[in-house]
């Protein structure tokens, strides 16, 4: 009868090396999670610190400041509120954006909204700013030198700048002091195309027309529901008539039309976060802007949600239309104090 081997035993030196291996590769992996989260933590950290630099009270005769967070206003105190960031975004009718072809020579700022983004609670509050608003402009020489502020529509503070950047600085200096001096210093500028791209991408965007549309082949009537997509986008958020009322009423088919993409755009990245980056790339050529990594990572893991466009509220500001020259939109004052305190304050 043979004799059974016995299983060898391996040696001590072996298995010594197999459990340093072991420990090494664990400690590595979590090292690695450690920076991850480490990093995460910290570019989100980064990104709230750079939405608030510089956060500071409005000034207003009405208002009394008591400290660095506090006002009192209408004998009521309020507390400046810290989960709201806040971005401007700024539509420009022009191609090749990222192309610097001097002052003057840039277009102008078609539509403007200043985002509120309540990031605790997830409420979204876009207050659209009329490209007629008559505000305080920096303006510039040809050659670039300072020439003073002087009162002008705020579309024109784009055209004052060599390059998308000074361009949307010198709008964003006119909305800050238009709204007493809060602090805004975060920016999205976009070529009109680039919402006409992005509409493309996410598979048509529907919306119900507010009025009836007719111009260069392209025909929408009112209370019509369509699906746009590249040049009927275009259309919708671009056309304009020539009567004093024409750009509000293009305000009003702007909210809808913002509304309904971003709704369809978070929730094509919600659905897809790979769709995140795709979408990022292709709308590079079409935009400029000063929200970095740590911005964006702040924003994504504290703002985003389902169905985004339709929690969205937008508030008015109210003023009087005039024809000159031009048309002119003068802003009441007493309104738009009372909305910003309403928007980016709360009760002490």
């Avoid at 004998?75 to 509120?81: A, F, T």
């Avoid at 030198?145 to 950047?165: F, R, V």
């Avoid at 392209?218 to 304009?240: C, K, M, N, P, Y």
């Amino acid at each position: 009868m043979e004799e059974v081997k016995k299983e060898e035993k391996k040696p001590a030196k072996d298995k010594k090396r197999g459990k340093k291996i072991f420990i090494i590769v664990l400690s590595v992996v979590l090292a690695l999670i450690i920076l991850l989260v480490g990093t995460f933590f910290c570019l989100r950290y980064l990104g709230f610190r750079g939405f608030h630099k510089n956060d500071k009270n409005i000034k207003h005769d009405d208002v009394i400041v008591d400290d660095e967070d506090n006002i009192t206003y209408k004998g009521e105190k309020y507390r400046l509120n810290k989960d709201i960031i806040s971005i401007l975004i700024i539509g420009v009718d022009r191609r090749d954006i990222n192309e610097n072809k001097g002052i003057g020579k840039n277009g102008q700022a078609d539509c403007i909204f200043l985002a509120a983004i309540d990031t605790a609670k997830k409420n979204y509050t876009f207050i659209p700013i009329s490209r007629e608003s008559m505000v305080d402009v920096e303006v510039h020489t040809a050659s670039g030198a300072y020439a003073g502020i002087q009162k002008e529509q705020i579309c024109l503070a784009y055209a004052y700048g060599s390059t998308p950047k000074e361009c949307s600085k010198n709008v964003l200096k006119s909305v800050s002091r238009m709204f007493y001096g809060l602090n805004i210093n975060s920016y999205v500028t976009i070529d009109l195309e680039g919402l006409s791209k992005l509409s493309e991408m996410v598979g048509g965007v529907e919306v119900t027309s507010p009025e009836t549309l007719s111009a260069s082949g392209h025909r929408i009537t009112e209370g019509q529901t369509v699906t746009l997509s590249g040049e009927d986008a275009l259309f919708f958020i671009r056309d304009r008539e020539s009567d004093i009322d024409a750009n509000n009423r293009r305000m009003v088919r702007q909210k809808i039309f913002l509304s309904a993409l971003l709704s369809k755009t978070g929730n094509v990245i919600l659905d897809d976060f790979t769709k995140l980056g795709e979408i990022y790339n292709s709308l590079i050529p079409y935009t400029s802007t000063n929200i970095g990594l740590s911005k964006i990572t702040y924003f994504a893991t504290s703002s985003l949600s389902r169905d985004i466009g339709s929690s969205i509220v937008y508030k008015s500001i109210e003023g009087t239309m005039t024809e000159t020259e031009y048309s002119e939109f003068n802003i009441n004052e007493e309104q738009l104090l009372d909305l910003i305190v309403e928007t980016f304050y709360i009760k002490a």
